[in-house]
C-alpha cells in the first residue's frame, strides 16, 4: 500500500475521532451522544422530517431512530408532531434548546478549526476544503 494513502487513511480515521465520538477535550456535544448529535443535526436542517428520513440519514432502522429520537425528547431537544401533508407521517422538529444546544456545540467546533487554521493562508483553507469536500462527498453550494 502507497505510504501517502495509508497517511491519508490514518490522518481522516483521526480527524473522524476527534470531531466525532471523542469529540473536544474527550466529550463529544455536551450531553449528546455522537449518533444523538447527528441526527438533531440532521432535524435541525429540515423543518420537518421523518423518523424514517433520520434513520436513513444515519443509516439505521426506523426503530433505531426512533430510540435515538425518544432520548432526544427527553432531552427537550426534538419533538415530535404529525406531518401536516400526510397525517400517517410523524415529523420531528428541533426545539428551542435543541436549537441552543446546537449552536453552543457547532460555536465551539468553529472555534475550535479556526484556531488550526488561523495561520494559514486563504489558498490553503480553500484547498483544505475542498479535500474534505471530496471525502465527505459534499458538493459545494
Known amino acids: ?3 501517502q494513502i495509508l497517511g491519508i487513511y490514518n ?7 476527534d470531531f466525532g465520538s471523542r469529540g ?4 463529544c456535544c455536551e450531553d449528546l451522544s455522537f449518533i444523538e448529535f447527528m441526527a438533531l443535526k440532521k432535524i435541525s436542517e429540515n423543518a420537518e422530517i421523518s ?4 434513520g436513513n440519514y444515519l443509516n439505521i432502522t426506523k426503530s433505531g431512530a426512533t430510540k435515538i ?3 432526544l425528547e427527553q432531552k427537550g431537544y426534538a419533538t415530535r408532531k404529525t406531518s401536516p401533508a400526510d397525517g400517517r ?3 420531528v422538529c428541533i426545539t428551542v434548546k435543541g436549537t441552543e444546544v446546537m449552536s453552543r456545540i457547532i460555536g465551539q467546533y468553529i472555534n ?3 484556531a488550526i487554521l488561523r495561520n494559514l493562508e486563504p489558498g490553503t483553507i480553500n484547498e483544505i476544503e475542498s479535500a474534505l469536500r471530496l471525502f465527505s462527498g459534499i458538493t459545494k453550494s
Open 51 to 54: 423518523v424514517q428520513e433520520v
Open 1 to 3: 500500500m502507497d505510504k
Open 69 to 71: 429520537i425518544n432520548r
Open 112 to 114: 475550535h478549526i479556526e
Open 24 to 27: 473536544m477535550n474527550g466529550e
Open 11 to 17: 490522518s481522516l480515521q483521526e480527524i473522524a475521532w
Open 89 to 91: 407521517v410523524c415529523c
